[in-house]
T-cell receptor, first 115, second 112 residues
Framework: DVKVTQSSRYLVKRTGEKVFLECVQD?????MFWYRQDPGLGLRLIYF???????EKGDIPEGYSVSREKKERFSLILESASTNQTSMYLC??????????????FGPGTRLTVL | GNSVTQMEGPVTLSEEAFLTINCTYT??????LFWYVQYPGEGLQLLLK?????DKGSNKGFEATYRKETTSFHLEKGSVQVSDSAVYFC???????????FGQGTTLQVKP
C-alpha cells in the first residue's frame, strides 16, 4: 500500500515564526501536492511538484513556499506564519503513470494553529 | 474554469436510511470524477471513481454514475451505517496534470 506520512498531526506556532511541514511518500511517486482544508471551502491547492527541484504554484500560493530536494520528500514552508494560515494541511502524491487517472494518495494531515 | 459544487451539509440520517449527496461539475473536455471520504481525524481516501460518461463507480455499497448530460456525479448508498459518518468530497481531475479540483465537502452524520 502507498504510504504518505506527515511529520506532525498537530502543531501550534506563534505569529511570525517560520514553519516547516514535511511530507514523505514511500512509493517512488513523481508528483506531490500540498493542500489546505478549511470548512466550507473544501481542499485548495497551494503548490505541487512534478519532480525533484520542480515546483508549480497552485491556486493559493501566497504566504507559502515549497522545497523538493529528494523525490520522496515535499516540504511546505510558511516563511512568517500568520493567524489566517491556521488550517488543516494535507499532502498527497501520485505516480506519473497514473497522473491521467488523478488518483491521489493522501497523508493524515497536519492541523496547524497559529496564535 | 473547472469547478465542482456539492450539496451543503451537514446531512443527518438514521441508520439504514437511503443516502444521496449531490455533486455537479463544470469542465471542458472529459474529466475523471471521484468521491473521496475523510473519516474523523484522518486524511482523504479514494472511495470510488469514474473515468468516462455513463461509467458507474462503486465501493463499500456506495455508487455514483458519471452523467455527462446533466454534468453530475451524485453519491448514493441504499442503507447507511453509523460507520459511514464522515466528510465526503466530490472531485474532478483534469486529464493530464494529475491535479484535482474539490467540492466543498459534505458532512454525513448517521445516528443509531
Amino acid at each position: 500500500d502507498v504510504k504518505v506520512t506527515q511529520s506532525s498531526r498537530y502543531l501550534v506556532k506563534r505569529t511570525g515564526e517560520k514553519v516547516f511541514l514535511e511530507c514523505v511518500q514511500d512509493m517512488d511517486h513523481e508528483n506531490m501536492f500540498w493542500y489546505r482544508q478549511d470548512p466550507g471551502l473544501g481542499l485548495r491547492l497551494i503548490y505541487f511538484s512534478y519532480d525533484v527541484k520542480m515546483k508549480e504554484k497552485g491556486d493559493i500560493p501566497e504566504g507559502y513556499s515549497v522545497s523538493r530536494e529528494k523525490k520522496e520528500r515535499f516540504s511546505l514552508i510558511l516563511e512568517s506564519a500568520s493567524t489566517n494560515q491556521t488550517s488543516m494541511y494535507l499532502c498527497a502524491s501520485i505516480g506519473a503513470s497514473r497522473r491521467n487517472y488523478n488518483e491521489q494518495f493522501f497523508g493524515p494531515g497536519t492541523r496547524l494553529t497559529v496564535l | 474554469g473547472n469547478s465542482v459544487t456539492q450539496m451543503e451539509g451537514p446531512v443527518t440520517l438514521s441508520e439504514e436510511a437511503f443516502l444521496t449527496i449531490n455533486c455537479t461539475y463544470t469542465a471542458t473536455g472529459y474529466p475523471s470524477l471521484f468521491w473521496y471520504v475523510q473519516y474523523p481525524g484522518e486524511g482523504l481516501q479514494l472511495l470510488l471513481k469514474a473515468t468516462k460518461a455513463d461509467d458507474k463507480g462503486s465501493n463499500k455499497g456506495f455508487e455514483a454514475t458519471y452523467r455527462k448530460e446533466t454534468t453530475s456525479f451524485h453519491l448514493e448508498k441504499g442503507s447507511v451505517q453509523v460507520s459511514d459518518s464522515a466528510v465526503y468530497f466530490c472531485a474532478l481531475g483534469s486529464s493530464n496534470t494529475g491535479k484535482l479540483i474539490f467540492g466543498q465537502g459534505t458532512t454525513l452524520q448517521v445516528k443509531p
